[in-house]
């Protein structure tokens, strides 16, 4: 098992930026690959993105591409998602997820969730 419990969410105004970051315990963290998803009111969850198990290649979905980072630090078993520039369209509740591989753009991929954490951007 891998509990995850993510923090860092807020209101913010358009323009502005958060740090997400995300706190997992239980199995070895650097197993996984650690992805990003959020879930907008009445739309299906959606991929954000993931990085890989040693932190060197991240991909991320083309809606946030060149403004949000992810980073992760193994030793203390974090992951943390940089926003900058947020738009109204990026309000959403977000999660992290885990993931021991395949296609990491799918939820369908990850055996475990945090709870998430609301990010809500005014315009």
């Known amino acids: 098992q891998v509990q995850l419990v993510e923090s860092g969410g807020g209101l913010v105004q358009a323009g502005g930026s958060l740090r997400l970051s995300c706190a997992a315990s239980?199995?070895?963290?650097?197993?996984?690959?650690m992805g990003w998803f959020r879930q907008a009111p009445g739309k299906e969850r959606a991929f954000v993105g993931t990085?890989?198990?040693?932190?060197?290649?991240?991909y991320y979905a083309d809606s946030v591409k060149g403004r949000f980072t992810i980073s992760r630090d193994n030793a203390k078993n974090m992951v943390y998602l940089q926003m900058n520039s947020l738009k109204p369209e990026d309000t959403a509740v977000y999660y992290c997820?885990?993931?021991?591989?395949?296609?990491?753009?799918?939820?369908?991929?990850?055996?475990?969730w945090g709870q998430g954490t609301q990010v809500t951007v005014s315009s």
């Open positions: 997820a885990a993931a021991l591989g395949g296609n990491l753009t799918s939820r369908l991929q990850y055996d475990y």
């Open positions: 239980g199995r070895t963290f650097s197993n996984y690959a």
């Open positions: 990085i890989l198990r040693s932190g060197g290649r991240s």
